[in-house]
């Protein structure tokens, strides 16, 4: 394999100015993604046991091009471009899951997103998720706030403020996110350990978004994914004032490891005063 190229360090300024060009190259991928007839189109299986299908391919093209385009000097890893690429990445890169929720878009269902997110130094920076189906974008830059908003064929709607909510008390009722598609043992245990719980089982990205916006409290995802599935909705968690750790309360590191872009477990909560390490 052989390492990814080194960058230089995008600051919080550089990214704020590539927010509104990076949000309409995301909703281009988007509707790449419902131009495909999902009856009709080819899907196959990657090495993992993943299906990939002609949407995820096409809203990969749309996003590679972009990026050449916006910002040729950073290096972008996406899903379906992984190939020798390895750890560590130095300075900044872009990191990319053109659809999320491959099997809620097989199956017919409209929870997918597209997650595009700029990590610097490891730690993700700013996160785009948007949910074609719903026509729903949440973004974020750390440091600067998160927002959702609306789009349709006509255009971006008016971005409205997010945040994240406190945690409520001792005894009162919560809301865990939960994966519609992938559920654990682990996690199960995790949310059962703590009485009062309420599930909202969700698809794909959908569940960092609804965390930032304040519809949940916590989301535990205690089995192993992909750096790709969770930087952009960690950064627009982040940006809303809520965190993303590890299950020990450690915080989650991009593009470092040696062996591979796998996450083996992570919690992201709406209220940081909240974590139990």
């Known amino acids: 394999m052989t390492t990814a190229p080194t960058a230089g360090t995008v600051e919080v300024e550089?990214?704020?100015?590539?927010?509104?060009?990076?949000?309409?190259?995301?909703?281009?991928?988007?509707?790449?993604?419902?131009?495909?007839?999902?009856?009709?189109?080819?899907?196959?299986?990657k090495s993992d046991g993943s299906p990939v299908t002609e949407a995820d391919l096409a809203a990969d093209r749309v996003i590679a091009e972009g990026l050449a385009r916006l910002a040729p000097a950073i290096p972008a890893?996406?899903?379906?471009?992984?190939?020798?690429?390895a750890g560590p990445f130095?300075?900044?890169?872009?990191?990319i899951d053109p659809l999320d929720g491959t099997k809620e878009f097989v199956a017919g269902r409209g929870e997918f997103t597209v997650n595009l997110a700029l990590v610097t130094g490891g730690s993700p920076l700013l996160g785009i998720v948007c949910?074609?189906?719903?026509g729903q974008i949440w973004r974020g830059?750390?440091?600067?706030?998160?927002?959702?908003?609306?789009?349709?064929e006509?255009?971006?709607?008016?971005?409205e403020p997010i945040r994240t909510r406190p945690m409520p008390p001792q005894g009162a009722a919560w809301v865990a996110a939960v994966s519609r598609s992938h559920g654990d043992a682990r996690t199960e245990a995790f949310i059962a350990a703590r009485p009062g719980a309420v599930r909202l089982p969700l698809g794909s990205a959908v569940k960092f978004g609804r965390l930032a916006e304040g519809l949940a409290d916590i989301y535990p995802r205690l089995g192993p994914t992909s750096e790709w599935d969770v930087a952009a909705g960690h950064a627009v968690v982040a940006a809303?004032?809520?965190?993303v750790t590890s299950e020990t309360g450690a915080p989650l590191r991009y593009g470092e490891r040696p062996d591979g872009f796998i996450v083996p477990s992570f919690i992201a909560w709406g209220d940081p005063a909240a974590v139990k390490v």
């Open 154 to 159: 006509a255009g971006l709607a008016a971005a």
């Open 90 to 95: 130095n300075g900044s890169f872009f990191l």
């Open 77 to 85: 890893l996406s899903e379906e471009r992984v190939g020798a690429s």
């Open 141 to 152: 830059l750390v440091g600067r706030g998160a927002e959702r908003l609306s789009f349709t």
């Open 131 to 134: 949910a074609p189906a719903i």
């Open 14 to 45: 550089a990214a704020a100015a590539l927010m509104t060009p990076l949000t309409e190259l995301v909703v281009d991928a988007a509707y790449a993604i419902l131009a495909v007839n999902r009856r009709a189109m080819a899907v196959t299986d």
């Open 240 to 243: 809303a004032g809520g965190t």
